[in-house]
């Protein structure tokens, strides 16, 4: 057997890593100078480099081990499923039982009118298809012209042209010409950076109603849908004021508007329910879903898709529309393994009832922090937001990132991964993390944070 048990020393690993490997998001120079940590082996909740140092993962990689790493289970049904039948695609009426009964599975977890899905290889693929999925859905209905979606700026819904469209990254926009036709973005319920003298309460509502201003300024008889992730994971885990989401909910039943959930992070035990939708009262029509669908094990992706929207497509012929590995079997086969883990050990249960509400008081307790604004978490999604000067709620003058990316640096040190995004610091564990997990990670957390503010403070970037 090929194995890659056995590898180059680290500094051999890097020069042909940077000679031939282009990275996402990515900055090839800084990189190829730098050298990328050569991950090597993770276990529970640990990653392993090639030096053989420790890391703790806090972003269950990107968002998507949920039930953590090194579950043996997952790869026996894998290899169970390539013995067996390693490929079949799902075109031109032909079927196979790994998709039947992931198809059913998530027919029951879902939210009651989702009983349909349409499978992708991830989350950018499974937006794609959204876009398509709806304009279709308004055509068959007789309404062409139902065809722009609303978005949000700061969302995130992937990298393909239609999953960075949707997605309201500037600099995402800013190479390959995006976004596409009939994509237009609201701001973002981001009441720290965003929310002035306004009340969280009064803010979700201003926001919230962009939407509805919008509606007004296309005409109803213009829009297919608004997307948006249940709390915005990329951008920062924004987790909305309690308002928003009611007016939203609202305004998509008062207009004619198809409400997309992203939940590709916010789905499978991220916040405490099933999926994001439940936690934040909505009822979408169409919900994608990837990540923690297999934890990450194999890549899968979907759609699920209302009973309205799904009978309605099935009525109007071919849907012209597929990916080669739409459901594909292995993939399949792991996403049951990991819902049935998911289901048996009571993860959800676990991070609703038991770890989520410590990990949620030890966390809110990091904004006593001098360096720490605001400390946001629901389930197991949190953020901080550094700032120099917390009553003002004021950024950096040295500019976005300036302690977010420094104090990304200090945890890697302290063997945490802790994202940035900008000045916001953001954790995303395992699920099974357990409560000592939780006391392990602050702790590095704060020494983080504490390295954090000493070298603000000698660089002169702070008082
Ligand atoms: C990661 C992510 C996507 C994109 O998923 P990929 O599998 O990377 O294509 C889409 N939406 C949200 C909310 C995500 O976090």
Redesign the pocket.
Known sequence: MNTIANHLPTAELQALDAAHHMHPFTDGTALAQKGARVITKASGVTLTDSDGIEIMDAMAG??CVNIGYGRAELAQAAAAQMTQLPYYNTFFQTTHVPAIALSKRLAELAPAPLNHVFYA???????DTNVRLVRHYWAAKGKPDKKVIIARKNG?????MA?ASLGGMKPMHAQGGLPIADIVHIDQPDWWAEGGDLTPVEFGLERARQLEAKIHELGEDKIAAFIA?PIQ??GGVIVPPDSYWPEIQRICDAYDILLIA?E??CGFGRTGNWFGSQTMGIRPDIM?I??GLSSGYA?I?GSLVSDKIANTVADAGDFNHGYTYSGHPVSCAVALENLRIIEEEKLIENVRDVTGPYLAEKWAQLVDHPLVGEAKIVGFMGSIALTPDKAARAGFAAGSGTAGLRCRDRCFANQLVMRHVGDRMIISPPLILNKSGVDKMLARAVKSLDETLAALLAEGLMK
Request: net charge negative.
């Open positions: 990107l968002w290889m991830g989350g950018s693929d499974a937006n995130y819904h992937g990298s393909t999953g992730e994971g990329a992203d590709v992070i994608t990837a990540k890549p992706g």
